[in-house]
């Protein structure tokens, strides 16, 4: 007999194939039909990926603001080696605020975009400077190259801030795989989708959860849908055609 889950999970699927442009969840009410599928998802992930933290490496709030504005289209791997050496030149924001615009863009160079993100992050350290670390999002938003994914992913790991969303490319590529919103590649939508249904204790982990399982398993171009642990409950993977 099939765990209630996946009772709950192909009649979501099948729900969420009216109307190509609907969230799947978007009111509250819908997000509680959600929760059993998305608990049976987040306690396999958390199980499967005991240890969860950022990949990118960072000792304090300035490291990380300067880090995470890197990783735009870069991989976390490059950004941290870039870092390396970005921070034995200018170890704080009054450093880097007073660098020379020439001599970051040569350090940056290799994370790629690296003109607008030496401008990002020159100007940045400017504001921290005179105002500190922000401790909201709405403060961190009002910084130069930070969006919602950099402001919601800084709040979470620096303040632990609950029912945090970090919508980046794992996250919107798992959700959708996996029946949690629908067609929707939008950064905001995903995350007020998850906003309902995530508890706000856990969603931090769940986005490291989410961002390990799309680098280990759940690729963009070829996901290894054969070995994956997720695979009753991925609505790609149960309503595709074999
Ligand atoms: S079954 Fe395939 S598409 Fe679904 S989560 Fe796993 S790897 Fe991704």
């Not at 998802?41 to 000792?59: G, Q, T």
């Not at 030496?118 to 401790?135: F, H, T």
């Not at 800084?154 to 490319?169: C, H, N, R, S």
Request: glycine fraction near 4%; charged fraction near 30%; charge should be neutral.
């Amino acid at each position: 007999m099939k765990p209630d889950y996946q009772e709950t999970s192909s009649r979501q699927f099948s729900d969420s194939q009216e109307g190509s442009s609907r969230l799947v969840v978007d009111s509250q009410e819908e997000a509680s039909r959600f929760l059993p599928h998305y608990q049976e998802i987040s306690s396999r992930l958390f199980a499967h990926y005991p240890e969860l933290k950022c990949a990118l490496n960072f000792r304090n709030p300035y490291e990380l603001l300067v880090a995470s504005r890197l990783s735009a289209q870069c991989t976390d791997k490059r950004v941290n080696i870039v870092c390396e050496e970005l921070f034995r030149r200018w170890p704080t924001p009054e450093a880097l605020a007073r660098a020379n615009l020439s001599d970051v863009e040569s350090v940056v160079r290799p994370c790629g975009l690296y003109r607008m993100k030496s401008k990002d992050i020159v100007a940045m350290a400017k504001m921290l400077e005179q105002r500190g670390i922000p401790d909201t999002l709405e403060g961190f938003l009002e910084l130069p190259g930070v969006g919602r994914k950099i402001a919601n992913l800084l709040m979470g790991e620096l303040y632990d801030a609950p029912g945090v969303i970090v919508a980046d490319t794992h996250c919107i590529r798992l959700s959708n795989r996996l029946g949690l919103v629908k067609n929707t590649k939008d950064p905001l939508k995903v995350e007020m989708a998850l906003r309902k249904i995530v508890p706000p204790q856990e969603s931090m982990r769940f986005c490291h959860a989410l961002v390990h399982h799309g680098r280990e398993c759940c690729d963009a171009r070829k996901p290894r849908c054969e070995e994956c642990f997720l695979q009753d409950l991925c609505k790609e993977y149960v309503t595709k055609d074999r």
